[in-house]
Nanobody
Framework: QVQLVESGGGLVQPGGSLRLSCAAS?????????LGWYRQAPGKLREWVAV???????NYADSVKGRFTISRDNAVNTIYLQMNSLKPEDTAVYYC?????????WGQGTQVTVSS
């Protein structure tokens, strides 16, 4: 069964940190697969945030570069997103998926709210 389960979201003050996790079923988490984080803010389209390749190379959207770090643990079929120096504009539902994304793989996402 294809499954992606995001977790780790919550309410945090500006300047705070959160670490998101995405557990993927083995059928998705092929060690040769690039995986990414995406987010959708209220009233906006879903946007790409970060990607990590099978070799561990990473890339980030300009809006999060220097603040977010994506990583993966192939042993447990999980990717992570460490988010530091959070801003109110980072408020969104965060999703993981392959990169580029596969339509049928979107999960429920995890809500991140940055507010004082």
């Amino acid at each position: 069964q294809v499954q992606l389960v995001e977790s780790g979201g919550g309410l945090v003050q500006p300047g705070g940190s959160l670490r998101l996790s995405c557990a993927a079923s083995r059928s998705i988490f092929n060690i040769y697969t690039s995986l990414g984080w995406y987010r959708q803010a209220p009233g906006k389209l879903r946007e790409w945030v970060a990607v990590i390749t099978s070799r561990g190379s990473t890339n980030y959207a300009d809006s999060v570069k220097g603040r977010f770090t994506i990583s993966r643990d192939n042993a447990v079929n999980t990717i992570y997103l460490q988010m530091n120096s959070l801003k109110p504009e980072d408020t969104a539902v965060y999703y993981c998926n392959k990169h580029p994304p596969t339509t049928g793989y979107w999960g429920q996402g995890t809500q991140v709210t940055v507010s004082s």
